[in-house]
C-alpha cells in the first residue's frame, strides 16, 4: 500500500493518465501541490504569464491533440484569470480539467484571503465541478474530472482544492482508478438504428441535398468516416467554422463554411435545399441568421451526440442522438450499394451550385494595386501558398479570423484552432503556444491583429522560457477592424473606439524578448518575408504586416434575413 | 402550459445550485421549487413547477438530464398524477371573523393548528388551485403571512420513479 499526501497524489495521478504537459501559474493555495510538481519529472508544467493563456494554451494542446488540457491554478484572482478561457472552452466543447487551489477548509466563507468562490463563478461555463472534501477522494475525482471532460460532448471541468487537502503531512492510501462509473452520467455510444434508416432514406431520395457539419465531426474524431459518406454520396458539404477541415477544402464536393461570413454558395445552397444533413453542428445565431427564414424548403437530419443540441433553435424532422463516428459508420454501411433515387436532380442540384460559383469567382476581394496597401486575403492566400496549407493556423478574433478561414484552405480537422463559440480575442497567441509544444515539428501560426496580440502578448515571455518557435503573422489595419466594419454598416462610420491609437512599435517590443520581427508594408515583401518567417521551425518570429485598415470581410449575412440575403462586397448585395 | 417535473438528484453540495442556476442561466422560468431527501439517502427529490410551450418544456428536460447530479427525471404532467401542496397561513381572528375564519377551514378540510387571542394558524393542503382558492376566501378576514411548500407530486398507479 502507497500511502501519499494529496499533492503527491495529485502528481501521481497526473502521471497515471499519462498527463504531459499542464499550464499553470502558482500562488498561495497551489504550493503543495507546486512543490509536488518539482518532485517528478514526468509531467512537464509549463509557466505562463497569466493564467487565461494557461487555459487557451491547454485549450489549443486539447484541439489539436484530442486530449484534455490541463491548467493549474491558484485560488482568487489565479482562478478568476482563468474564466474567460473556461468558458472559451466550454463554448467550443473543448476536454479541459482545470485544477483550481482554494484557501483552507476551515477558511472557506470567511473571504479570507484569495478566497473566490470558483466553483460558484463558473457553474455556468463548466460541464461539471468539483469540490475536493478529503485528500482520500482526490484519486477518484480526478478521475471523473478527466472521464467527464473527455467523453460524451467534451467541456472543462474545474477541480476546486482547499489547500489542506494538498498538505504534505497528511498521507493517504493511493491507487490509480483505472475506471469510474457515475450512475447519472451514460454518455449515448451508437445513435438509433431505426432514426439512422430514416435518414438514410431521406438521404437517397433527396434532391438538392446538402451535409452541414460542426465541430462534432472534429471533436467526435469522425472526419475520414464523413468524407467516405460525402464521397459515396456525391452531395455538397459546407461545414462550420469550427467544422472546418473534417472535409477536405480543396475537394470538389467542398463549398467551404457558412454562415455570417461563409461563402456565397455555402449559404446559397443551405437556403435552397430540401435536406439538410446536420451533423455535429448546433444551428447557432452566426449559421442560421433568422431561424424563421431558415431554410425554408428543407427537411432536417440531426445528428448530435448532445440531446440538448437538437430542435434547441430550429426543430429537427430526424432527429439522431448519437456519437458523429459509430452513426456516420452506420449510415455508411446503410448507403453502400444503393443508389440514389435522383441522380438527374442530383446533377441538375450541382449545376445550380456551380452556378453560384461562378458568380462569384474572382471577385471575392480586390487585390492590391502597386503602391496600395497590402490587403488581408492576399496576405493569408501568401500564408497558405509558403505553408503548403498544412500550417495549423489559430486565430484571434476578428476581421484576421474571417479572413484566415476564408482563405486558407484547410484539408485536415484540427488544423483551424479558433474561438467560434465565444470569440475571444487574446486566444491565438496561447493557442499557438499549446500546440507548438506538441507538435514541434509542424508549423504553428498564430493570425492575429494589432487589437487582439495585444491581450495576450505577455506569452512572448513564456515562447522565450521555454523556446516555442511559433510565427506570429499581426495582420495590422491599426484599428479594431470588426468592429469599425459593424459602425460602417450600421452607424453611419461613427468610429466610436474602434482605432488604435498610440500603438506599439512591434519590431523593437519582439526584439525585446530576443526574438526576430520582420515589418511587411509592400506585396514584394510579403513572400519572402514569409519564407524567412517559416525557414527555421524553432524559431519564433513575429509578422508585422501593415494592411488596409478600409477593407471589410465579405460575404455577410443581412442581420434577420435569411441565409440567402448577404451583402458580398461594399456595393453588392443579394 | 404548467408542467412539473421530479427529479432524483445526487445529494451533492452544489447540486441543487446547478439546477436552480441551469433555470436563470437558461432563460427558463421556475414557479415553485421544492426539494427533500428521499428513503436513500444519497438521492433528494426535487419537484419544479414550470411554464412554457412544448419546445421550451423539451428543452429543460434536455437540459436537466445533461447535469451530471441529474440522475433520472419525470415530467408527471404527462400522465396521470397526484399533486399536493402544503400551506400555512396566519390570518387574523377577531370578533365575529373568529367563526367565519373556523367555518372556512372546515369547508376547506384545513387545519387550525395554533391559537393566540388575535389569529389563527391554519395548515392546508392540495393541489395549488384550492391552495389558491384559500388564500381568496381568507383574504377580506386579513392574511398575515404565508408559508407554501411549493408542490410536490407523484404519478398514479404502478409508474415509479426510482434507480
Ligand atoms: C475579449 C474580447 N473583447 C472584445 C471583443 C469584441 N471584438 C470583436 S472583434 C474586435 C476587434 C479586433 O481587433 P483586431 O484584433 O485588431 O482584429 P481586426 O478585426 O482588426 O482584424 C473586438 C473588439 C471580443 N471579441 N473579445
Ligand atoms: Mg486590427
Known amino acids: 500500500m502507497e500511502l501519499l499526501s494529496g499533492a503527491d497524489m495529485i502528481a501521481r495521478f497526473l502521471q497515471d493518465e499519462g498527463v504531459e504537459y499542464i499550464y499553470g501559474y502558482p500562488g498561495g493555495a497551489a504550493l503543495h501541490i507546486y512543490d509536488a510538481l518539482f518532485r517528478q519529472d514526468k509531467v512537464k508544467h509549463i ?3 497569466h493564467e487565461q493563456a494557461a487555459t487557451h494554451a491547454a485549450d489549443g494542446y486539447a484541439r489539436a491533440s484530442g486530449k484534455p488540457g490541463v491548467v493549474l491554478v491558484t485560488s482568487g484572482p489565479g482562478a478568476t484569470n482563468a474564466v474567460t478561457g473556461i468558458a472559451t472552452a466550454y463554448m467550443d466543447s473543448i476536454p479541459m480539467v482545470v485544477l483550481c487551489g482554494q484557501v483552507m477548509s476551515h477558511l472557506i466563507g470567511e473571504d479570507a484571503f484569495q478566497e473566490t468562490d470558483i466553483v460558484g463563478v463558473t457553474r455556468p461555463i463548466v460541464k461539471h465541478s468539483f469540490s475536493i472534501r478529503h485528500p482520500s477522494e482526490i484519486p477518484e475525482v480526478l478521475k471523473k474530472a478527466f472521464y467527464l471532460a473527455s467523453t460524451g460532448r467534451p467541456g472543462p471541468v474545474v477541480v476546486d482544492i482547499p489547500k489542506d487537502m494538498t498538505a504534505p503531512t497528511e498521507r493517504y492510501e493511493y491507487i490509480y482508478p483505472k475506471k469510474v462509473k457515475l450512475r447519472s452520467y451514460n454518455p449515448v455510444t451508437r445513435g438509433h438504428t431505426g432514426q439512422i434508416k430514416k435518414a438514410v432514406e431521406l438521404m437517397l431520395k433527396a434532391k438538392r441535398p446538402v451535409f452541414y457539419t460542426g465541430g462534432g465531426v472534429v471533436t467526435g474524431k469522425a472526419s475520414e468516416g464523413l468524407t467516405d459518406l460525402v464521397k459515396k454520396l456525391g452531395f455538397p458539404i459546407t461545414t462550420t467554422l469550427m467544422g472546418i477541415g473534417a472535409y477536405p477544402q480543396s475537394d470538389q464536393q467542398s463549398l467551404g463554411w457558412l454562415g455570417m461570413h461563409g461563402s456565397f454558395e455555402s449559404n446559397m445552397a443551405m437556403h435552397h ?18 431561424t424563421s427564414k431558415f431554410c425554408p424548403t428543407a427537411k432536417i437530419i440531426h ?33 453502400q450499394g444503393q443508389p440514389i433515387t435522383h441522380p438527374e436532380a442530383l446533377k441538375e442540384w450541382w449545376e445550380k451550385i456551380d452556378g453560384w460559383r461562378a458568380e462569384r469567382h474572382g471577385k471575392l476581394y480586390e487585390p492590391s494595386k502597386p503602391g496600395e496597401a497590402l490587403k488581408s486575403q492576399e496576405v493569408v492566400e501568401a500564408l497558405c501558398r509558403i505553408t503548403r496549407g498544412e500550417a495549423y493556423v489559430t486565430t484571434d478574433v476578428g476581421q484576421h479570423q474571417m479572413f484566415a478561414a476564408q482563405y486558407y484552405k484547410f484539408d ?19 493557442a499557438a503556444m499549446g500546440i507548438k509544444q506538441n ?19 505577455q506569452e512572448l515571455s513564456t515562447c522565450k522560457q521555454y523556446g516555442v518557435g511559433v510565427k506570429i503573422l499581426n495582420l495590422n489595419n491599426a484599428s479594431l477592424g470588426m468592429v469599425r466594419q459593424w459602425q460602417d ?15 506599439p512599435d512591434f519590431h523593437l517590443l519582439i526584439e525585446a524578448y530576443g526574438f526576430t520581427a520582420i515589418t511587411v508594408t509592400t506585396k514584394e515583401e510579403l513572400e519572402p518575408a514569409l519564407e524567412r518567417a517559416f525557414a527555421d521551425k524553432h524559431e519564433l518570429v513575429f509578422l508585422d504586416v501593415k494592411v488596409d485598415p478600409f477593407e471589410h470581410v465579405y460575404p455577410m449575412q443581412v442581420p434577420l434575413g435569411s441565409m440567402r440575403d448577404m451583402l458580398l462586397s461594399k456595393t453588392e448585395r443579394t | 402550459m404548467r408542467h412539473i417535473i421530479s427529479i432524483l438528484l445526487e445529494n451533492e453540495p452544489g447540486a441543487l445550485s446547478r439546477v436552480v442556476g441551469l433555470f436563470s442561466q437558461r432563460n427558463f422560468n421556475i414557479e415553485t421549487l421544492n426539494v427533500a431527501p428521499t428513503e ?24 436537466l438530464n445533461k447535469l451530471i447530479d441529474v440522475v433520472k427525471l419525470v415530467d408527471l404532467t404527462e400522465g396521470n398524477h397526484i399533486e399536493r401542496e402544503l400551506m400555512l397561513v396566519k390570518v387574523k381572528a377577531l370578533g365575529a371573523a373568529r367563526d367565519e375564519v373556523k367555518r372556512t377551514v372546515d369547508i376547506f378540510r384545513a387545519q387550525i393548528v395554533d391559537v393566540t387571542p388575535s389569529l389563527y394558524t391554519v395548515q392546508i393542503t392540495g393541489d395549488a388551485a384550492k391552495l389558491d382558492a384559500f388564500l381568496q376566501a381568507m383574504a377580506p378576514v386579513g392574511i398575515l403571512e404565508v408559508a407554501r411548500t411549493g408542490v410536490s407530486g407523484i404519478a398514479r398507479g404502478d409508474k415509479v420513479l426510482s434507480l
Open chain 1, 273 to 290: 435545399a430540401d435536406l439538410i444533413i446536420a451533423i455535429g453542428a448546433r444551428f447557432d445565431d452566426r449559421v442560421t441568421n433568422n
Open chain 1, 439 to 457: 507538435f514541434p515539428d509542424d508549423d504553428v501560426v498564430c493570425v492575429t491583429g494589432e487589437g487582439s496580440f495585444q491581450m495576450m502578448m
Open chain 1, 303 to 335: 445528428v448530435d451526440v448532445d440531446p440538448s443540441s437538437i430542435s434547441k433553435t430550429v426543430r429537427a424532422d430526424v432527429p439522431i442522438v448519437g456519437p458523429a463516428d459509430s452513426v456516420i459508420s452506420e449510415m455508411i454501411s446503410l448507403v
Open chain 1, 489 to 503: 454598416l450600421n452607424y453611419k462610420s461613427r468610429h466610436a473606439h474602434s482605432y488604435m491609437e498610440s500603438l
Open chain 1, 47 to 49: 509557466l505562463v504569464r
Open chain 2, 40 to 63: 436513500d439517502p444519497s438521492l433528494s427529490r426535487l419537484t419544479v413547477t414550470t411554464v412554457g410551450d412544448d419546445r421550451v418544456i423539451e428543452q429543460i428536460t434536455k437540459h
Open chain 1, 412 to 430: 485536415k480537422p484540427n488544423r483551424l484552432i479558433t474561438s467560434g463559440g465565444l470569440g475571444t480575442m487574446g486566444f491565438g497567441f496561447p
